[in-house]
């Protein structure tokens, strides 16, 4: 008869989380899990798996919050202009309050572990995918309401703005400073114009 669990594993997910953000994959051990987790080694095991698979769960759980915020503020605006400005102040604020450089778990992982594992490389691919998909239909949107000309692509422009916010987060873990991170996003809206 198998063993009632003892701890919540939602609970344990979000600390293994905090701690893959901070270090990243190869610099967390095991050790640093079940610490920070506060369980211990079988139960990590028999509950995620290997440190890949808890991993894994950490990075998709991150992305998933991360790519709902973003795209909480492209819906919650009537004007789609305004939504991706949101969109952008949101990830500025974010990188601006981020004092421990952490950054962003996503693109991290993309710098550390992509080019070794095509498993992750596909992962991010459908993640930004999706931005993508939302900002080129607010673009759409505002094209058809005469805020962006007509002869820009939406699909180019959205892949600038994704490229936009790789970029906030890599400026954010090394230099968080507001004024740079608003300075990039104010001109990447002045670019849509």
């Not at 992305?63 to 009537?78: F, P, Q, T, V």
């Not at 959205?158 to 001109?187: C, H, M, N």
Request: proline share 3%.
């Amino acid at each position: 008869m198998a063993r009632k669990r003892e701890f919540d594993e939602d609970e344990a997910l979000e600390k293994a989380l905090e701690v893959f953000h901070r270090q990243g994959f190869a610099a967390t051990s095991m050790q640093d899990l079940v610490d920070a987790m506060g369980i211990g080694r079988g139960s990590l095991y028999e509950t995620f798996g290997s440190k890949e698979e808890l991993f894994a769960r950490a990075l998709r759980r991150y992305a998933e919050r991360s790519l709902d915020g973003m795209l909480a503020c492209l819906l919650a605006a009537d004007d789609p202009v305004r939504g991706i400005a949101d969109l952008l102040g949101k990830v500025v604020d974010n990188h601006a309050a981020n004092r421990d450089r952490s950054g962003c778990m996503v693109v991290n992982t993309i710098v550390e572990l992509a080019p070794q594992d095509p498993a992750f490389a596909d992962t991010f691919r459908s993640v930004w995918s999706r931005l993508e998909g939302a900002l080129e239909a607010a673009l759409a949107r505002a094209q058809a309401q005469g805020r962006i000309p007509a002869d820009r692509s939406p699909k180019a422009l959205a892949r600038f703005l994704v490229g936009t916010i790789q970029g906030l987060a890599v400026r954010g873990k090394y230099d968080p400073d507001r004024e740079g991170l608003a300075d990039v996003a104010d001109t990447a809206l002045a670019a849509l114009a």
